[in-house]
Each structure stands twice: as C-alpha cells, then as structure tokens.
C-alpha cells in the first residue's frame, strides 16, 4: 500500500468511527439517530412526549436520588455517589436541577423495586413473554430502559435478594436494595 492509500485509510476509519460516536438509541422510541454526543432523543416530538409524563410520587417522594454517567451513579456535583450510602442520595428535585452527568437515577429500596426486562423491545414490538409477564407484574411505573430494547418495571417490594432468571426465553433481573437504576423514559404497552 502506498501512503496515499493508507491517509485514505486513515480518513475513513476516522470518518466511520466519528459516525458510529453520533449514533444514537432514542431515549423514548428507541430508534436508531445521529445526533450530538449528547442528544437523548431523536426529535423535538420524542423529546417533548418524554418530559410530559411526570415520574409517580411513589418515586419523587423518596430522597433517594442521583445523577448518572453511563450506569454509573453521581452526586449533584458531578463526584460518585453510593447506592448504599444515603450521605451520597438527594432529593428529586436537587437531582433533576443539577447538570451533572447524563440523567437522573433512583438507589432502590424503601419499599421500591424494580425488575429489569433485557432485550424484550425492537422498536415499539413488545416480545410476547416480556407482554406476559408485564400483564402478570404491571407495576406503579414501566419505563423504556436506556438501551432503548429493554423495560424497567418499577414495584413495591420488600427487601430481599436479587435474582436474575431467564424465563420464557427472556432474562429477567429482580432487585429491591442496594442497586441503583438510571432511568429511562416512560413506557406505555
């Protein structure tokens, strides 16, 4: 290969990798946009109906909130929080006026659980298991997790072990303490 070809080469791994970084899953649909690196949404419409729907008291209630990057928790300044360190928790609304990180994220416990559905969406398509088990655990609260192909439902629950099971096909995890969960965007079967 001569130098020309391996500049070319260069430009283009450089062309495909910036395009890959500007891909992005829809926070609320789940469809594939470029956008801005930090772009959640892939319109104006997907955008606005996500922040129409306002997250149940069962939630906004409890300070048990953080900021995230990624999965990972943070506090409203931007440091690391603990999902077993209520110093490192805050209320809903310190939480959702900070900037720090991506979004907003929940520290389960108090009563609050969650069972994470993986894989079960392909855009809007529900998989039929994944609709069997929502109409079996409904829940206070069902959201479109980040990914954009999974669910959050959100449950009352005692504090208990977490499991993680595949059931009719599709992998189900159940967590009620010690876990934080970044949210998502509301979900409506």
Known sequence: MSDGDLDRLAVELAAERERRARSRVCARCGSRFEGRSDARYCSTRCRVAAHRHPLPAELTSRDR???HRGKRPLQVDGSA???TRATTWTSYRSAAASRAGDGLGFMLGDGIGVYDLDLVL????LHPAARRFL???PGFYVERS???TGLHIWVHAEPGKGWRRTIDGISIEHYTTGRFIALGTEYRP
Request: aromatic share 6%; no cysteine.
């Open 65 to 67: 909130w953080a900021r």
């Open 81 to 83: 929080a603990s999902s």
């Open 122 to 125: 392909d855009g809007d398509t």
């Open 135 to 137: 109409d079996e655990h």
């Open 146 to 148: 980040l990914s954009g």
